[in-house]
């Protein structure tokens, strides 16, 4: 409550008379609040407000006056709490809204400053949060009012929580007054200052969700009784609808979710199916919890346990999408593979004296093992292809082993599944089932199998060296020129050369593009094994081509181990020829050679070769004369040769393991073939240590 000092009440008399007189223009809240505001503010506050709200020039006397006035009652503001001697100030009641800018209503309120003694003014100023609505006609006339009228502040007033007159038009759009509704015809923002009733813009109805506005609700009295019975029904009607959704909606989990036979939605078929499909999601989810997948990360030094959830989420979650369980799971796979599996190893069988290292004697302390034993074997890397040919090897060696003996008849394919022991370099030792996919041709092993036997995949590049260093001390070779440009260099490989010729083509022969048997046509095999390197002979078409038609195999490249043999040959050919021969011009005879394609054939004990000229290379190489280098290994040969194609005419070479023939310069184009393979005449040492078959190794180098 506010108490009004004498100087307040005058204060706000003489504001409401210049209200009156239209010198402002302030209803009568505005008015009490700003007396109100007034009262508790020091003077020179009070001035300044007064001055800023009324303006100076317009109300200088009463600003004066009123501060006259406090001056001399002691410059006291008013006071909460009860009345101490002093006036207070009565809510005028009035019969016309004090508005802004109406100076008919202003000149027809009635306010009234009572007297303290006479009738108490109070301005309750408690307002708090809520909008506080003046009521916009008072039936009590002047002197009647009630004593509760509200007093305001204009902060208050400002901010819109005071209602001056219901339904007055307000442009506050909801800010400072509450947001009623929009107007269902034009939009507009309807506030609690303007309220229901017509729109103020418009005029359309504007009524708030469940409104009573006007009495509407109840307004209709039926005049009969059928009236009201439709009325009734009406309302039945319509609550029916507001209703609806919610009465109708069943959740029935049982039927959507779990009672497959008794639900309703589901035809007979689809039962069946989704019966099936959950059958066979069990039987999946019983597999799959006996199933362990453990990943081993040999290079990480892990093993990991992996449960196949990724699968489970997909089997489960798409029972009603169809599909098999193998089908889903295959699709869930394809989406996610296992992170953890090693994908592709590299399976290596070491040999002692390869690039692991010397080996140990305990496989369970070797670094890189090499007593391997029954499928056993090293991993290398973590990465292969299946047509690798280490893993052609690894599964060669393997199933020989299953066999436990020789293997007379041409090198079986892989079995699919294999379980291997892997060693890692780290000792870690493991279980593992393997996939090999079979090769289209099969393969030709020119070596048989021997318990224990190791051969060597990757010789270092050491152990290459210490090959041709041996190959220059070994040789005690002697060389012949059997014809212009065609020499012998008798026993010119190697002991250990051959064994690694023939461990290499071994290695390379069971790989793809490796040995097989060709034929010129249907019916006509050739009567040697043959695999090509660097390009591939076609015997069809008596070409060179990318890849061998039999199986679309690419060739291999030729092993820099051989390209650097043919070149050592040539030089000590051509030093040969130079001593033998010293008038030629040695470079015409034997011109400079850079083999791309190598030969590479195996003739058993009945293998043999018709009299022919090499004359597939190109049409330059031929007529430079560039020498064909031919390598024997193994049984030997009875090696014809001559100008025409003659047998009867040709002359015979014995050609022994180890001895090299080369023909260039003049003689590039004679005719040679093989008539007889020299059965058991192959190096005793040569079969020992690699286990060549019965038979012959020969690589004839060429430039295209
Ligand atoms: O085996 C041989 O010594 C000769 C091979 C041959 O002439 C050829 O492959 O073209
Ligand atoms: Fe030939």
């Not at 303006?55 to 004066?64: P, T």
């Not at 009345?83 to 809510?91: A, D, E, P, R, S």
């Not at 220059?472 to 012949?480: D, G, Q, Y």
């Amino acid at each position: 409550m506010i108490i009004l000092s004498g100087a307040g009440t005058w204060l706000q008399k003489s504001l409401l008379d210049e209200c009156r007189n239209g010198t402002i223009q302030f209803d009568a809240d505005v008015v009490n609040s700003l007396v109100s505001y007034c009262e508790r503010a020091p003077p020179s506050d009070a001035k300044e407000y007064l001055s800023n709200m009324i303006g100076e020039r317009n109300c200088e006397d009463i600003i004066a006056g009123y501060l006259q006035r406090r001056e001399a009652q002691g410059d006291r503001g008013v006071e909460d709490g009860p009345h101490n001697g002093m006036q207070i100030y009565v809510k005028p009641q009035t019969n016309e809204v004090w508005s802004a800018g109406s100076k008919r209503n202003m000149r027809n309120s009635q306010t009234r400053v009572l007297d303290s003694s006479s009738d108490s003014s109070v301005i309750d100023a408690s307002i708090g949060g809520e909008t506080t609505e003046i009521p916009p006609k008072s039936k009590s006339g002047p002197g009647k009012g009630k004593k509760t009228g509200k007093g305001i502040s204009l902060a208050e007033a400002t901010e819109g929580k005071i209602i001056m007159a219901r339904g007055a038009p307000c442009q506050c759009q909801a800010t400072r007054h509450k947001l009623v509704t929009n107007c269902l015809s034009c939009g507009r923002i309807v506030c609690a200052q303007e309220g229901e009733g017509p729109c103020n813009f418009c005029g359309a109805l504007v009524l708030k969700e469940g409104s009573t506005y006007a009495g509407l609700e109840g307004s209709i009295v039926p005049r009969s009784d059928s009236e009201a019975a439709a009325q009734a029904f009406k309302d039945r009607l319509v609550e029916y609808g507001r209703t609806s959704s919610q009465r109708t909606t069943v959740i029935d989990d049982q039927s959507d979710y779990f009672q497959v036979d008794e639900n309703a939605w589901l035809s007979e078929e689809e039962k069946r199916a989704i019966l099936k499909r959950q059958e066979e999601a069990q039987l999946a989810e019983e597999a799959r919890k006996k199933k362990v997948v453990v990943s081993i990360d040999l290079l990480g030094r892990k093993v990991v346990m992996a449960n196949d959830t990724e699968n489970d989420v997909c089997i489960n979650t798409s029972i009603l999408d169809g599909g098999t369980v193998a089908e889903r799971s295959t699709a869930a796979a394809r989406i996610k593979p296992n992170p953890y599996i090693l994908e592709n190893p590299v399976f290596v069988i070491p040999q002692q004296h390869n690039e692991f290292g010397p080996a140990s004697k305990s496989r369970r302390s070797a670094r890189g093992p090499s007593n391997l034993h029954r499928n056993e074997a090293f991993i290398k890397t973590g990465r292969v292809q299946h047509d690798d040919p280490f893993v052609y090897v690894l599964n060669t060696n393997m199933a020989e082993r299953d066999n436990e003996g020789m293997i007379n008849t041409a090198w079986k394919t892989p079995k699919t599944k294999e379980r291997l022991n892997l060693f890692s370099n780290e000792d870690t030792e493991c279980m593992l089932d393997f996939e090999v996919k079979e090769s289209e041709a099969s393969a030709f092993d020119i070596c048989a199998p021997q318990q224990g036997k190791k051969f060597s995949l990757s010789p270092s590049l050491l152990a290459e060296k210490q090959a041709q260093r041996s190959q220059r001390i070994e040789t005690s070779s002697a060389t012949s020129i059997l014809m212009p440009g065609v020499v012998l260099l008798k026993r010119w490989l190697s002991k250990d050369i051959q064994v690694e010729i023939v461990e290499r083509c071994r290695y390379l022969g069971i790989g793809p593009g490796g040995f097989y048997q060709p034929s010129y046509g249907a019916e006509s095999k050739m009567h040697l094994y043959m695999m090509c390197l660097g390009m591939q002979w076609e015997p069809t078409t008596k070409s060179y081509e990318k890849k061998r038609s039999v199986d679309d195999a690419s060739p291999p490249g030729i092993p820099p181990l051989f390209e650097s043999l043919v070149a050592q040959c040539l030089r000590d050919v051509r030093h040969a020829y130079a001593v033998e021969d010293s008038c030629s011009n040695i470079l015409e005879t034997i011109p400079e050679m850079h083999p791309n394609i190598c030969l590479v054939n195996f003739y058993e004990r009945s293998g043999k070769l018709g009299l022919h000229q090499d004359r597939d290379e190109s049409l330059e190489s031929r007529q430079q004369g560039i020498p064909v280098v031919s390598f024997s290994i193994g049984d030997s040969a009875e090696f014809i040769y001559g100008i025409e194609r003659d047998v009867d005419l040709a002359d015979t070479v014995i050609l022994e393991s180890g001895d090299v023939l080369i023909f260039g310069g003049p003689s590039r184009m004679i005719y040679h073939g093989i008539l007889s393979i020299l059965p058991q005449t192959a190096p005793s040492w040569l079969i020992e240590r690699t286990n060549l078959r019965p038979g012959r190794l020969n690589l004839t180098f060429r430039q295209f």
